[in-house]
């Protein structure tokens, strides 16, 4: 097992996003409707990392991720961005470099 990984997602994971992940060998969590909830599920039970996925309501998940940055018990996760377009990874980016 590598570690714990949150994936983020705002709706249906018909890629299942979730299922590569642990085909390489991750333990996850995954939130698909409310970013609150993930983000007080991240926070009673932090993970290795956190995946945002961007593709459906990006400012949702820049607002997970802002959240995540501006409480002292989230704030050293890494936090990788994915899909979504190019300026809503640059936000997210500049939220958590």
Same mark, same amino acid.
């Given at each position: 097992?590598?570690?714990?990984?949150?994936?983020?997602?705002?709706?249906?994971?018909?890629?299942?996003?979730?299922?590569?992940?642990?085909?390489?060998?991750?333990?996850?969590?995954?939130?698909?409707? !409310?970013?609150?909830?993930?983000?007080?599920?991240?926070?009673?039970?932090?993970?290795?990392?956190?995946?945002? !996925?961007?593709?459906?309501?990006?400012?949702?998940?820049?607002?997970?991720?802002?959240?995540?940055?501006?409480?002292?018990?989230?704030?050293?996760?890494?936090?990788?961005?994915?899909?979504?377009?190019?300026?809503?990874?640059?936000?997210?980016?500049?939220?958590?470099?």
């Amino acid at each position: 097992m590598l570690g714990r990984v949150f994936l983020v997602m705002f709706g249906e994971d018909p890629v299942c996003r979730a299922c590569d992940l642990r085909d390489l060998g991750w333990f996850v969590d995954a939130e698909y409707e !409310d970013g609150g909830q993930a983000f007080r599920i991240i926070k009673v039970e932090p993970p290795d990392v956190v995946v945002i !996925d961007l593709t459906r309501r990006p400012s949702h998940g820049q607002e997970v991720a802002r959240a995540l940055r501006e409480t002292a018990t989230t704030r050293h996760l890494p936090l990788v961005a994915v899909d979504g377009d190019d300026a809503a990874r640059q936000q997210v980016k500049a939220i958590a470099p």
